[in-house]
């Protein structure tokens, strides 16, 4: 009996996805989170203190009032994600395109042995059709392995803002950091019971709010902080919802396969008396070509809207209000 | 002539076996990206994670989608060719031994 053996098995490409080597992880038990809760807690105490020590000399208090929010809540759950899962992704992706890419590289190598191995035993219309119908499948194929490898590029493009967000966490999470350990310190200097809330008056009193104009400017940044990183969390809502329309490349595959004529409802091949119209073979060919073109081509266009997106986010996330922050002297270390 | 007639149908029985191995080819593809696109936990439980269920839904569904209809449109050209290479092997009144053994399942 004759058998054909598969040239290139799936095995050998469709490997095990490799993952990327981005160290930005934010580890949520990290004391970094106890000390900027504490600071959270005490600015909005030290907010409502001053508040009512300030009423109560018919002066109104110039600073912030912090929302109360975790700093885990707020910085690292909305931004979960494993970024060299994601790359991974793209990965698997891309081998599936080259998987398809493959399987045509199979048909095509079979179809050697069939028609030229075999020594053109199986010859006339039903094996020239038959081998143009095949060449379509093998060319579909071709153009949807094409199609997949490019679909990684957007992976690659979500991987790439992914990145960008966490790098912009981490700096917010530092700035935060630096404003929190410098506030605790200046506020717990009034924080103590009786004496410190007197020394808060006498201060105010003497020097007016210049006095405590430290404390107050370092409560504006990080209140400025927590807003931003709220306009972040807005930015990445909107960004991820424009995400499904980059994905319409892989809608079109359904199309570029629908291009293959159906043999179940129209037995072309049985029978010696076949009547193929490679004309409309060879029609149908250019159309999964074209098709195949067009699908290539969105899928570029889908990464340049990505990388406009990848632009584009710095906008929102890093706002003109963080340009602004400056840590206060001493603050940092 | 006979003989001609018999070696095609015995390669276009080889194809046709191998065409088998190239849908099944196609189903280990499907099922490489389902694994690890469409069930990864990248995406995390915060504000990427409706990422998963659009990559779900928005790529590897189409993707699968599109596959199938490549694994149709192969079963029934290889249909067809069982057909073409039955016909051949019954030329000279002898059923080889593939499409013998191919002849109770050939429309699976």
Known sequence: MVTYTI????????????????????????????????????????????????????ISFPGPQIQQTSAVELFVEPFSGDWNGIIACG??????????????????????QLFASSGGEWEG??????????????????????????????????SEVAQFIAGLVVELIDTALDLAVWLLEKIAVYGRPWI???????DVIQ???????????AMTSLYDT??????????????????????AVFEQLVGVFEQIPDLASTPLLTAAAIRNDLNDVGQSSQDVIDARRQAEQDAEDAQNRL??????????????????????????? | ?????????????????????????????????????????????????????YIRDGACRPFGDALSKGRTSMFAARSNLWDVGHDFDMVDGVVSEYFESTASFQDE
């Open chain 1, 307 to 333: 990388d406009e997106l990848a632009d584009g986010i710095e906008k929102p996330g890093v706002s003109d209000d963080m340009e602004g922050i400056e840590v206060p002297e001493g603050a940092e270390g």
């Open chain 1, 207 to 217: 020097d007016g709010w210049a006095a405590i104009q430290g404390i107050i400017d």
């Open chain 1, 7 to 58: 040239p290139t098995e799936m095995s050998s490409v469709l490997t095990t996805p490799e993952e990327g080597d981005i160290e930005l992880e934010i580890d949520k038990n990290d004391d970094k989170f106890d000390t900027l809760n504490d600071a959270i807690e005490t600015c909005t105490g030290f907010y409502s203190d001053a508040q009512s020590v300030a009423g109560k000399v018919g």
């Open chain 1, 125 to 158: 219309e039903t094996a020239l059709s038959f081998n143009a119908h095949m060449g379509i499948h093998v060319a579909t194929y071709q153009g949807a392995g094409m199609v997949v490898s490019q679909g990684k590029l957007i992976f690659d493009g979500i």
């Open chain 1, 91 to 112: 990965d698997a992706v891309k081998k599936a395109g080259l998987g398809l890419q493959t399987v045509a590289e199979n048909l095509l190598l079979g179809m050697g």
């Open chain 2, 1 to 53: 002539m006979t003989d001609r007639i018999q070696v095609a149908a015995d390669h276009i029985g080889a194809f046709h076996a191998y065409m088998m191995d190239i849908s099944n080819q196609l189903t280990e593809i499907g099922s490489y990206v389902w694994d690890n696109v469409a069930l990864t936990d990248a995406y995390g439980s915060g504000l990427l994670s409706p990422l998963r269920d």
């Open chain 1, 226 to 247: 927590i807003t931003a990183v709220f306009d972040l969390h807005d930015a990445v809502k909107e960004w991820v919802e424009t995400i499904p329309a980059e994905l």
């Open chain 1, 196 to 202: 410190g809330w007197a020394k808060f008056v006498a």
